[in-house]
Antibody
Framework: EVQLIESGGGLVKPGGSLRLSCAASGFSFNNYDMNWVRQAPGKGLEWVSS????????YYADSVKGRFTISRDNAKNSLYLQMNSLRAEDTAVYYC??????????WGQGTLVTVSS | QSVLTQPPSASGTPGQRVTISCSGS????????VYWYQQLPGTAPKLLIY???QRPSGVPDRFSGSKSGTSASLAISGLRSEDEADYYC???????????FGTGTKVTVL
């Protein structure tokens, strides 16, 4: 069974940092591009970042460029999102998503990040 | 802000057909595949349609997708109470070099 399990969310003060992790299982992780997608409370979906299967290519939404860094460790079947200089507007559920058929396919259950003083 | 525009809501009675539109531009829908997602209350989104009109295994054939120019549509036929959810479209955007989601449509079964 394909599983994506996010962790690392929590409460952080504005300007602080947080590192999200996503543990993948049930598939060949190193064959898939991966994404982070977020959803603010009561709002719609917002793509955050993507990384190619090898880690060579990375893409970011303008709203997080320069503050967030996506990475992966294929040996550990894990995806990461390092979030720095966090703002109140970064408060959201962050989903780890596997690309399928060229677009976001399998979704994890998400981890909540709250940025508040 | 989202670059793909959807109507905020849609509704129908059980058995009816409901259609949701997704309007974009030449840099996203006009030149790339469209994907559709269903998000039931309190759960993670689920892929419904990929590459404009393809269904993953397990998705009922009541759900169908289409694309024309810079717009796409999701149709739900034979509407059922369990279809009550939020629906989102998505596509790659060449100008932004990133993925974009639609504004989302809440479907209500009357």
């Amino acid at each position: 069974e394909v599983q994506l399990i996010e962790s690392g969310g929590g409460l952080v003060k504005p300007g602080g940092s947080l590192r999200l992790s996503c543990a993948a299982s049930g598939f060949s992780f190193n064959n898939y591009d991966m994404n982070w997608v977020r959803q603010a409370p009561g709002k719609g979906l917002e793509w955050v970042s993507s990384i190619s299967s090898s880690g060579a290519y990375k893409y970011y939404a303008d709203s997080v460029k320069g503050r967030f860094t996506i990475s992966r460790d294929n040996a550990k079947n894990s995806l990461y999102l390092q979030m720095n200089s966090l703002r109140a507007e970064d408060t959201a559920v962050y989903y780890c998503v596997r690309d399928d058929y060229g677009g976001p396919g399998v979704w994890g259950q998400g981890t909540l990040v709250t940025v508040s003083s | 802000q989202s670059v793909l525009t959807q109507p905020p809501s849609a509704s129908g009675t059980p058995g009816q057909r409901v259609t949701i539109s997704c309007s974009g531009s030449s840099s996203n829908i006009g030149s790339n595949y469209v994907y559709w997602y269903q998000q039931l209350p309190g759960t993670a989104p689920k892929l419904l349609i990929y590459r404009n009109n393809q269904r993953p295994s397990g998705v009922p054939d009541r759900f169908s997708g289409s694309k024309s120019g810079t717009s796409a549509s999701l149709a739900i036929s034979g509407l059922r109470s369990e279809d009550e959810a939020d629906y989102y479209c998505a596509a790659w955007d060449d100008s932004l070099s990133g993925k974009v989601f639609g504004t989302g449509t809440k479907v209500t079964v009357l």
